[in-house]
């Protein structure tokens, strides 16, 4: 099955960002050191790192989409949900920890939890081709208008309805985030349609896009396993320091 090595190495270059701005929380949460991340441009620079995450999953989806037209609607629509499941157990997973060493800021619905749901409900959205980009349009302006609200009841978090006084390390409710991922399902039908790419790039040769694209390749078990590595040595250094 052909990769196409740009989506690879954007995604590694979204890892990267990514293991920057957590390193940077984690020591402003274990070590104090006054790294302002809820406003300005560290802020930013993590909303524009899952952005990119985000926008890739929905072009993978699009074209893994285009790659399945040979199946039945129904066992692509299985592929989808038994995918999706197995991300979103990895998010809830994730809970268990959080909740049992951070009760009061653990992850309820963070990006792993984002992204399982999103996928096995994209059949629903996978059949609308370009209308994704006016459908992800609105959802991102209703989320937008939704955020600074505050709800008596939690039962809607995942949608983006929080209840006054919510902390969590991790939040990535369908409202907004899930808009950027149908404007990528959009982006992966309009840009690699029949799961062909229709512009031209020369092939990876590069020493730096291989490795970008390496990092690419196994983002899921990076993620997954990062915060222990960079917890676990800013914890050593604390001690040693």
């Not at 994730?94 to 909740?99: G, L, N, P, R, Y």
């Not at 619905?109 to 059949?123: C, D, E, T």
């Not at 208008?145 to 809607?156: E, Q």
């Not at 991790?170 to 907004?176: E, S």
Request: glycine share 10%; aromatic share 16%.
């Amino acid at each position: 099955m052909q990769r196409f090595w740009e989506l690879d190495a954007l995604r590694g270059i979204a890892i990267i960002m990514m293991v920057a701005s957590n390193s940077l929380l984690d020591l402003d949460y274990f070590w104090g050191a006054g790294i302002s991340l809820g406003s300005g441009p560290w802020f930013w620079f993590a909303r524009i790192t899952a952005s990119i995450f985000i926008f890739l999953a929905g072009a993978s989806l699009s074209i893994s989409n285009s790659r399945s037209r040979g199946l039945p609607e129904s066992e692509r629509a299985k592929k989808f949900v038994w995918r999706g499941t197995k991300i979103f157990l990895l998010g809830m997973t994730i809970t268990a920890v959080t909740w049992a060493l951070f009760p009061s800021e653990f992850i309820v619905f963070g990006i792993l939890h984002f992204i399982g749901i999103s996928i096995a409900i994209s059949p629903l959205f996978l059949r609308l081709g370009k209308w994704n980009l006016a459908a992800g349009l609105g959802i991102i302006i209703a989320g937008i208008a939704l955020a600074p609200l505050r709800f008596g009841f939690n039962w809607l978090l995942w949608l983006g309805l929080a209840p006054a006084g919510f902390r969590s390390f991790d939040y990535f409710p369908l409202l907004p985030w899930l808009g950027i991922m149908l404007i990528g399902i959009f982006a992966g039908s309009a840009l690699y349609p029949n799961a062909k790419r229709i512009f031209w790039l020369a092939e990876n040769s590069g020493f730096v896009a291989r490795k970008l694209c390496w990092l690419g390749r196994h983002s899921l078990k990076i993620y997954f396993l990062h915060q222990p590595f960079i917890v676990g040595a800013i914890l050593l250094l604390r001690a040693i320091a």
